[in-house]
């Protein structure tokens, strides 16, 4: 028990500034709406997350909309430039307030000239040199993808596909049910659950409130047990302040009383909380990719709707003549009537987990796919995937690939010149071809690209702001960092028990010494 004691004080005086971090970072995660129009400036984070070259998924895509005019877009929101791209004038006026809100998925231009953006915060048209919103018939406001299918527009949400037709006046949308898949069962990936919990978003607002209460709870705890720690020498070297000396053990006194009190009735959710989120991130996470699980009913995830939350990417094959979906379950395709079922296509590139980056149709039935697994060329109809960049095909039946490679692809750009850019997240821009150079990043995109609050939360509570202190080993800091807290947790929950046992004990000496 002395050394349990022991373990319980020094790894949590350890733990404690990372804990307020986790929990801090983890209530802005929960809320990002709430959070969207908050900034960071990148001149006061790490060097890393200083952009140069394009990096830290800067590009996502470009759409030429005239002779020598392209919309180049991504996390740096929306910018117009040359088809040489060396000048650049932000193109952001109209959008919703918040680096956030700017971030652009797509960007489409109708045979009839009306360009749309679609965006973190909505869909957009570009209408009197202003982007003006337009309205959905739907509840969210996250735009995954935008397609221009002859005279109609397509707008992907991460749940529904809606049509519009590119007529005269204000755009009608109709929501186009989408087929189930064949063979569909109500069931969610490993991941996705873990994550659901370990966010309280399993339960939906309900539950993240819950969550932001433990937040606050980790938050109370790891300063009351700083105090109950520090306490005990600082009233020592009080011995001629008895004022302050008496403040002092006042304040110890209530930190230990509710340190003992809140903890025993917040650790199991605790607990759940910390194991949770030790998978949330690899090398963990690995042991868990591939892992399905039934929808639990009464819970977010269990949806009437086959394709809640799950859509990220659509294009329409014109070689084949249907639909292709990018989902967090792989690729379908269905019937241009999206009447039959959805079907898996296989072989399929594989895609990271993080979701699709580049999701493009060079020509007729071929398609280049991108995400932080690589770049790949696919031809669906000929069961064709080939690494883009070493140029290998890979092997039917071999399963997809890490979710984590070695090249991280952000965005793609193939001009109208037949000049080919890939965007890596680490590197930036880059070209296969050596002859072809991205220009340099301009000093004022770089200036008007802050990070946003949200986006730093993550990078924290992910302990990837922490690479400048840990180096190669950072990736083994969630684990590590998470049984460290678990350690605590349950070296508290024995130190409990035992004080529980020897008040127990006290009062039954004294009641037996009373009636003695």
């Not at 659509?314 to 241009?336: K, L, M, Q």
Request: aromatic share 14%; charged share 20%.
């Amino acid at each position: 028990m002395k050394f349990i004691k022991w373990l319980h004080r020094w790894l949590g005086v350890l733990v404690a500034f990372f804990v307020l971090f986790f929990a801090l970072s983890g209530i802005v995660l929960n809320h990002r709406n709430f959070f969207s129009t908050i900034d960071v400036s990148r001149n006061i984070l790490p060097g890393n997350y200083r952009f140069g070259n394009w990096n830290l998924a800067a590009v996502r895509s470009a759409t030429t909309i005239g002779t020598d005019s392209v919309l180049i877009y991504g996390n740096i929101g929306i910018w117009l430039t040359d088809s040489s791209f060396i000048r650049f004038s932000p193109l952001n006026s109209g959008l919703k307030r918040g680096i956030d809100n700017r971030k652009t998925m797509s960007i489409v231009q109708m045979p009839s000239g009306r360009v749309f953006a679609g965006t973190m915060s909505g869909l957009y048209e570009w209408e009197d040199n202003v982007w003006k919103k337009k309205m959905l018939p739907v509840d969210e406001n996250r735009i995954t993808d935008i397609v221009a299918h002859g005279d109609s527009l397509l707008v992907l949400t991460r749940s529904q596909l809606l049509l519009a037709m590119d007529e005269p006046g204000a755009l009608v949308f109709e929501i186009l049910p989408l087929p189930y898949p064949a063979g569909f069962t109500h069931e969610t990936s490993l991941f996705k659950a873990l994550w659901a919990l370990h966010s309280g978003d399993i339960f939906g607002l309900p539950g993240r409130l819950i969550v932001d209460l433990m937040g606050l709870v980790m938050i109370f705890l790891s300063c009351t047990g700083i105090v109950w720690f520090l306490a005990p020498d600082v009233i020592k070297r009080l011995q001629n302040r008895n004022k302050l000396k008496k403040k002092t053990a006042k304040l110890n006194r209530f930190s230990r009383k509710w340190h003992l009190h809140i903890g025993i009735w917040a650790v199991a959710f605790l607990m759940v909380i910390t194991i949770t989120g030790m998978f949330l991130r690899p090398p963990l996470l690995i042991t868990i990719m591939g892992s399905r699980i039934p929808s639990f009913t009464f819970t977010t995830l269990y949806n009437v709707n086959p394709w809640h939350d799950k859509l990220r990417g659509v294009e329409f094959d014109r070689f084949t003549n249907s639909f292709i979906f990018s989902t967090s379950d792989g690729f379908f395709h269905a019937e241009p009537t999206l009447t039959d079922s959805m079907k898996r296509l296989r072989p399929q590139p594989p895609v990271s987990v993080m979701g699709i980056n580049v999701f493009e149709q060079p020509q007729d039935g071929m398609f280049i796919i991108g995400s932080f697994s690589g770049i790949y060329r696919w031809v669906p109809a000929r069961n064709f995937v080939q690494n883009l960049i070493t140029g290998l095909e890979m092997q039917p039946g071999r399963r997809g690939a890490s979710a984590f490679g070695s090249l991280p692809v952000a965005g793609y750009i193939n001009t109208n010149s037949g000049k080919e850019f890939i965007f890596d997240y680490n590197m930036g821009a880059f070209s296969r071809n050596t002859e072809h150079r991205f220009p340099a990043m301009p000093k004022h995109v770089k200036e008007q690209s802050p990070l946003p609050i949200w986006n730093t939360a993550l990078e924290i509570h992910t302990g990837r702001i922490y690479s400048v202190i840990f180096g190669r080993f950072q990736p083994w800091f969630i684990p590590v960092m998470g049984f460290l807290i678990f350690l605590v947790l349950i070296t508290g929950l024995f130190r409990w028990f035992r004080d529980q046992s020897r008040r127990r004990r006290y009062k039954k000496d004294c009641k037996t010494a009373k009636n003695s």
